[in-house]
Every structure is written in C-alpha cells, then in structure tokens.
C-alpha cells in the first residue's frame, strides 16, 4: 500500500492550498480517508476526514468553514482545498487510510492504518 500527498508549500496567511493524495495497492473505494497534520513540537492531530463513499465527512471546529475534503473513487485520489489559511496551519499534513466501510469518517489516529509520507505547508503572516 502506498499514499503519496503533494500539494504542500509556501503561501501567504489568508491564501489556498490544494493537497492532493493518490493510493495505491488498496481497494481504494473501501477505505475511509483522513488528513492529518503535525506541527514542530505538537502531537498529530486530524483536520479532515471522509467515509468511503464521500458521503459523510468530519472536521474539527478549528478548521471547519475552511479546510474541505474530498475524494475521487476513481482516481484513487483524496483531496485537501483549504482556504484561509492562517499562520497556525503551517505543519507537515499527512494523508492515511483506514480499512473498513464505516458509514462515520473515522477520527482517531489509531483507526488509520496506512499513512502517507506528510507535505509541508508553511503560512506566512
């Protein structure tokens, strides 16, 4: 199983981003996807999260109204548009995958089980 995020870089507070995730060797429909994201010296934490169908998805309230997810079943792809973004986003954000179709997106990092090598994305104020 392989996820590969890209999409990261710099961009000024109040600017978008664009994080895109591919997966492979996974029955890509089947999963729930999540993002998360780490800043330097703080936990993981999850921004987004969506169930296997698109159908439902989850965001915590500090990014709500901002950050969407997405994702293409038949690209095997899960999307990340945030808008607005302020200088406390900046963080390496990792995409992971979570077996089982759960009609909830699943929220914790221990429900994940394939994790993606991260994209930095840095917010200048």
């Known amino acids: 199983v392989q996820l590969q995020a890209f999409g990261g870089g710099l961009v000024q507070a109040g600017g978008s981003l664009r994080l895109s995730c591919a997966a492979s060797?996974?029955?890509?429909?089947?999963?729930?996807m999540g993002w998360f994201r780490q800043a330097p010296g703080k936990e993981r934490e999850i921004v987004a999260a969506?169930?296997?169908?698109?159908?439902?998805?989850y965001y915590p309230t500090f990014v709500k109204g901002r950050f969407t997810i997405s994702r293409d079943n038949a690209k095997n792809t899960v999307y990340l548009q945030m808008n607005s973004l302020k200088s406390e986003d900046t963080a390496v954000y990792y995409c992971?995958?979570?077996?089982?179709?759960?009609?909830?997106?699943?929220?914790?990092?221990?429900?994940?089980?394939?994790w993606g090598q991260g994209t930095l994305v840095t917010v200048s104020s």
């Open positions: 992971a995958a979570a077996l089982g179709l759960y009609l909830a997106p699943l929220r914790a990092y221990s429900d994940y089980r394939y």
């Open positions: 060797g996974l029955s890509f429909s089947s999963v729930g």
């Open positions: 969506i169930n296997w169908s698109g159908g439902n998805t």
